[in-house]
């Protein structure tokens, strides 16, 4: 059974970092794509970042240059190191995983497979 534990989450202030981690296991071969997504409270879930198996990420616009998503295949895990954050990126945030390779690294959250339960994150101005 595919399990992903997102960690790291917290409450900081604007202009802060935090960096969130998504551990991931209960597989026999690795994910070919993982994600980060974010939902706030009547909002719809919206991609963040997204990397597949070759090293190719996408990001949202809301967050290039301020985000950057990274894997440790050895220790699998995944990563969101979260710089300048802002009020608006005030969430919770989840980690995805999909195992097919039809297509590459997307935010669609309907491509995934599997989810972790989310970390909050705060951003006070």
């Known amino acids: 059974q595919v399990q992903l534990v997102e960690s790291g989450g917290g409450s900081v202030q604007a202009g802060g970092s935090l960096r969130l981690s998504c551990a991931a296991f209960?597989?026999?071969?690795?994910?070919?794509?993982m994600a980060w997504f974010r939902q706030a409270p009547g909002k719809e879930r919206e991609g963040v970042a997204a990397?597949?198996?070759?090293?190719?990420?996408i990001y949202a616009d809301s967050v290039k240059g301020r985000f950057t998503i990274s894997q440790d295949n050895a220790k699998n895990t995944l990563y969101l190191q979260m710089n300048s954050l802002i009020p608006e990126d005030t969430s919770m945030y989840y980690c995805?995983?999909?195992?097919?390779?039809?297509?590459?690294?997307?935010?669609?959250?309907?491509?995934?497979?599997?989810w972790g339960q989310g970390t909050q994150v705060t951003v006070s101005s």
């Open positions: 209960g597989y026999t071969y690795s994910p070919y794509c």
């Open positions: 995805a995983a999909r195992f097919y390779r039809n297509i590459g690294a997307v935010l669609s959250p309907g491509r995934y497979q599997y």
């Open positions: 990397v597949d198996g070759d090293g190719s990420a």
